[in-house]
């Protein structure tokens, strides 16, 4: 799996008993991005078989707790596999202050530099490149500080003549807003929250999340080759609900689950 997403959790903030909060691994030739860090990150790494010492970076969207409470786990498991090379994390300025109060108690004996990087950004923007990719940030609307990032995959013009370069776009939390579209345009894959059903759309917006019919328009806007949902509310139990909602605006549509893998 050359260009691959991993989804190792797909709820949101309330427990659901079979899934867990927001987590995903996106392999890129060999290498890994984690995408969010929700509580039991690691033990559904372990599962999936993914290894802790070739994550090259981070990204964490925000600082709820569904978003980031794995991400201690997998720092002191990098730690005792002896990871010794360089970490880097992407997120907004207030995972600075977690990730120091992380070392302080626990950073003893780690044998690996966590580089943090403070995103601060008003549009999309290039943010890390590697070898074989380039991610850029930006913006959501949600309550607090927020991020999606888009993963542009670095092809040479010789591997350009036997397959276009694929791209993946990952919407945390958030609610519509006019310019998101835009971000995300023209990927072959985009991940868009969907916490809640048409029927909750008086809630979603209080509480500045996304609806399934909100998804399935920001990915027809962005002409978005298709579309993932996920970070389902516990209130609905019928969670083939969300796919049916999107579908109708948005036909090429998956409700993920923890566990789910996807060739890009």
Known sequence: MNFSLQILGAASAMPISEMNPSAQALTVLGRLFLIDCGEGTQQRMRQMHLSFLKVEAVFISHIH???????FGVLSTMAMYNRTEALHIFGPEALGPVLKFYQSFWGEGTNYEIVFHK??????????????CRVSAFPLKHKIECYGYRFDEICSARQLEKAPARSYAYCSDTMPFPELPDYVRGVDVLYHETTYPVDFAEKAAARFHSTTEDAARCAAAAGAGRLLIGHYTSRVRDRSLFA???AALFPNVTAVNDGDVFEL
């Not at 707790?65 to 991400?71: Q, S, V």
């Not at 995103?119 to 074989?132: N, P, Q």
């Open 244 to 246: 049916r909602e999107a």
């Open 65 to 71: 707790g569904d978003h980031i409470f794995g991400l």
């Open 119 to 132: 995103i601060a950004v008003s549009g999309l923007e290039e943010i890390y490149v590697s070898k074989h």
